[in-house]
T-cell receptor, first 109, second 113 residues
Framework: GIQVEQSPPDLILQEGANSTLRCNFS?????LQWFHQNPWGQLINLFY???GTKQNGRLSATTVATERYSLLYISSSQTTDSGVYFC???????????FGTGTRLQVTL | DSGVTQTPKHLITATGQRVTLRCSPR?????VYWYQQSLDQGLQFLIQ???????AKGNILERFSAQQFPDLHSELNLSSLELGDSALYFC????????????FGPGTRLTVT
């Protein structure tokens, strides 16, 4: 099956810093989602992005499906951005999401 | 709030027991998915239902079963529970069958003692 790897696995930032999280996948995908899992365990939808670039406030995402990667940019990070960020992909005709390994982000004051 | 509801939020039970987790999808969504998040396996797809019918199976144990009812809510039944079944169980919903955006519920945290 498809492999989805995220980097870096862990990231510590000071409040106000910017960061880029990467998601690499081993096969072609139909679509891709980014999620934020907050410290309470909730999975929050960030982006649904098969290709191109989308922006939502301080966050933006870019997917280059032909090169099998997606990037999540976080600018001016805040402590509420802490948690784990997952990318997840759809492959073939399957509806299931295959999740990446996650990036654990800690934003400190 | 994603619009997907799950009950209960927490469940503590003993080995060998059986539990039922419940999920109500977002209004208008026909697909329901179940995922398991454990420390060693990460987030894994278990099973999908679409408009009452099973459509896809993932790494779901034979001791686990699910169904989707005519009102589109779904239940995940876990039986003969083992310590290793302790995990966070998520339900997600989407409008259609393939590649539609999925929205996740708050999860049910199951602890097997």
């Amino acid at each position: 099956g498809i492999q989805v790897e995220q980097s870096p696995p862990d990231l510590i930032l000071q409040e106000g810093a910017n960061s880029t999280l990467r998601c690499n996948f081993s096969d072609s995908v139909n679509n891709l989602q980014w999620f934020h899992q907050n410290p309470w365990g909730q999975l929050i939808n960030l982006f649904y992005i098969p290709s191109g670039t989308k922006q939502n406030g301080r966050l933006s995402a870019t997917t280059v499906a032909t090169e099998r990667y997606s990037l999540l940019y976080i600018s001016s990070s805040q402590t509420t951005d802490s948690g784990v960020y997952f990318c997840a992909v759809y492959t073939g005709t399957a509806s299931k999401l295959t999740f990446g390994t996650g990036t654990r982000l800690q934003v400190t004051l | 709030d994603s619009g997907v509801t799950q009950t209960p939020k927490h469940l503590i039970t003993a080995t060998g027991q059986r539990v039922t987790l419940r999920c109500s999808p977002r209004s208008g969504d026909l697909s329901v998915y179940w995922y398991q998040q454990s420390l060693d396996q990460g987030l894994q797809f278990l099973i999908q239902y679409y408009n009452g019918e099973e459509r896809a199976k993932g790494n779901i144990l034979e001791r686990f079963s699910a169904q989707q009812f005519p009102d589109l809510h779904s239940e995940l039944n876990l039986s003969s529970l083992e310590l290793g079944d302790s995990a966070l169980y998520f339900c997600a919903s989407s409008y259609g069958l393939a590649s539609y955006e999925q929205y996740f519920g708050p999860g049910t945290r199951l602890t097997v003692t």
